[in-house]
Structure formats: C-alpha cells, structure tokens
C-alpha cells in the first residue's frame, strides 16, 4: 500500500487546563499489537508534525526489518518550564490506557530519559512488561530487566545507539560516493544526545567536526573541534556553555551551520531546518538527515538537483529504534556490543539500497527510502499477522 495512502489508526489529543499544555499521540502502526516512538516537546508543536513523526517510525522499523508498529507523542510547551516533571506526570496519566496497552515511549527532542521514566510512573505502566505480555501471546520470549532497572544504569545505551547508528550511516554513505570519512570535516546542527553521540562516534572514526550550532548560535572552528570538551560544556538539552571552552573558535549564527565549508553537514534537530529558503547555501557532498523530517520536501529536491546525496531520516537515525526493536521483538539477547554491530549491519544495507536507488535510478533519496519502508513494512504485516 502506498505511503499517502494510509492513514494512522490512532490521533489521541489531550489538554490539561491547570499546567495549560496540549499534548498529542498518534500510532501510525500497529505489529504484535505494539508500536514506538520518542516523546517530543517543545513550543508550537503540532498535531500534523506529530502525524509525521509517526509515519517516520513505521518506515524506520520497517527499514530496518523490525516487527514493530511506528508511533509518535508530544507536548506543545517549553521544554525548560520549570514544572515539566509535573507536566511529564500528567501526560502519562492522560495517554496511560494506551501505554499499558500498545505504545511504547522513548526520549525525544526537548525530553530526556528521566522525563520518560516520570511519564511510566505516573501511568503505573513497566513499558518492558507490556512488551513481554504481547510477544509471549505470540509465543516470543524477552529476556529483559525491567524498564526501572534498566534506566538506574549510568550508561544510556539508547544515545549510544543512535550516535553509533548515525556513524555507521555516515561511513557507508562516504564508501558509496566514494569518499572517506577519515579527513573528512562535518557541521552538525543540534548538540542533543543525538547530535552529541554523533559528533562523538564520527571524531573515532577520523572525521573533523568543524562546526556545531544550538539555539545560541554556531561554533565553528576551521582546524576541527574538540568534540569531548564540546560535550562536557552542554547541558541535557544540547545548549553549550561558552564559558565552560578553553579554545579558540568563531561564533556564528543559527543558521549558518549548513553554509559553512564542510563535506558533510548532519541536521539533528529541528524538524524542517533545512528550507527552499536556504538550501541554496549548502555546498557539502553529503547531508546526514540525524534528526526527525529536518527538510522539506522542496528543499530535499533542490539538493538533489544540486547533486548532493542525502540519505533520510528514518533510514540514518534508525539505530535506537533498530537496538530496542530487536530486543522488544526477541530477535537478539541483552547483549550490548551484539546489539551495536546489528544496528550497524541492518543501517548500512538499508543506506546502500537508498543510495543506490537515489543515485542511480535519480530517485529523490525519501521517495526511494520510503518505497523500501512501505515494501518491508508489507512484508512484516503478513509475516507477523
């Protein structure tokens, strides 16, 4: 079935008058009964861009051949109010009946790990029970701790996920266009835990990062910059402390992230970022869609017909969703290392069939990534029925 042609099976909007907030859910998807997606929050959040979301995580799972349904929520509010624990709170009491039933909840823009956990407590919902009840009615065993003992761990194996997801990506797309990510110098947007986890994983891997924008502005250092010490100064939610830098850099605007000299620039915030407005500006070989929808649907087509290669959202930041998926689905053990080298298995095939689709065959790169997502979600759906 077509991609325009499915509509979501659920829109879920709720409000509570006493904190003023709005908050939306929308399953796009439903396999095993069950279907993910991270909670997003930030000021003039739509339903639509929600709805949007949601369509993302279906085709993110079902790229990455997950049996899983895709879903989204989120809040309209400022993610640094100083009451979110009690909006978290009542926000799990308002979508509680579908967490406990068919939708699992992660960390998104605007909300951390903790402010998950704050949504499950309130909605007295284990998010890894209700996963293990669905599987075993299907005969599936999950061999996992519950979701409280997995969150007191200190090591967040989802931010490791993703970051190591969007790496792997990166390192795949450069072997196809015939570059190297060693040398190569990157401008990421966003420092998040997805921006941060990225930056961290491409500096392994050799590659310069010579340009990070938050809200404040852009960081821009020709010779490279210190990734670890750009870490250390943000804050949970990606905003860099300049007093906390002991090197030299240029401070530029928000916006120019994407025009500074760079071979590969990685948009890991905002959804629509980039526009028809400012595509222009883009000189890079690559763009690395890390974060959810960062560009519009004209602005993808001008990029191409600059020849520039992009390889999707869903497809690039599918690591988290990909390394829970397996879990969640019994395809593989507690296993973290395993984990991670399935996650950069099944990212690098799909970002070669989208390339090679986008490149060859002159496919816009989500028009082709999103015919692969429909195709293997089919495939799932009659598989797992």
Not at 314 to 335: E, H, K, M, V, W
């Amino acid at each position: 079935m077509a991609g325009k042609a499915r509509k979501p099976i659920y829109r879920l909007q709720v409000h509570d008058d006493k904190l003023n907030f709005t908050g939306f859910l929308v399953i796009d998807s439903l396999i095993y009964g069950l279907s993910a997606g991270g909670v997003r929050m930030r000021s003039g959040l739509t339903e639509r861009e929600i709805a949007r979301l949601a369509r993302a995580m279906s085709h993110k799972f079902a790229a990455a051949q997950i049996p899983i349904g895709g879903a989204k929520s989120g809040i309209d509010a400022d993610p640094r109010r100083p009451d979110k624990a009690d909006v978290m709170k009542r926000f799990g009491e308002l979508i509680g009946p579908l967490l406990a039933e068919m939708y699992l909840a992660g960390e998104d823009m605007g909300t951390t790990r903790f402010d998950v956990a704050n949504i499950y407590r309130s909605a007295g919902v284990d998010p890894v029970a209700v996963a293990k009840k669905k599987m075993a009615a299907k005969g599936i065993t999950i061999e996992l701790p519950n979701y409280f003992d997995m969150l007191s761990n200190e090591s967040n194996l989802e931010e490791l996920m993703t970051g190591y997801g969007v790496g792997e990506c990166a390192e795949e797309a450069c072997r196809l266009l015939g570059m190297s990510l060693a040398g190569a110098t990157v401008s990421i947007q966003g420092f998040g835990t997805v921006g941060s986890r990225t930056a961290q994983f491409l500096a392994q891997k050799g590659a310069k990062v010579v340009a990070v924008a938050d809200v404040n502005g852009t960081v821009y250092r020709r010779d490279g910059l210190p990734v670890e010490q750009l870490v250390a100064a943000r804050d949970e939610l990606g905003m860099m402390d300049r007093q906390k830098f002991d090197f030299d850099y240029e401070h530029l605007s928000r916006d120019d992230w994407l025009a500074v000299d760079a071979d590969i620039i990685i948009p890991a915030a905002v959804a629509d970022a980039i526009t028809k407005a400012n595509a222009g500006r883009i000189t890079a070989k690559l763009v690395i869609e890390a974060g959810n929808i960062p560009a519009t649907a004209e602005a993808e087509r001008q990029l191409q017909r600059n020849g520039i290669a992009l390889v999707p959202d869903f497809i690039a930041n599918a690591g988290a969703a990909c390394g829970f998926g397996l879990l969640l689905s019994g395809q593989t053990r507690f296993d973290p290392q395993a984990i991670l080298q399935e996650i950069g298995h099944r990212i690098r095939i799909a970002t070669a069939k989208v390339l090679e689709a986008s490149l060859k065959r002159k496919q816009l790169p989500r028009k082709a990534a999103e015919k692969i997502a429909e195709q293997e979600l089919a495939k799932i759906r009659q598989e797992f029925a």
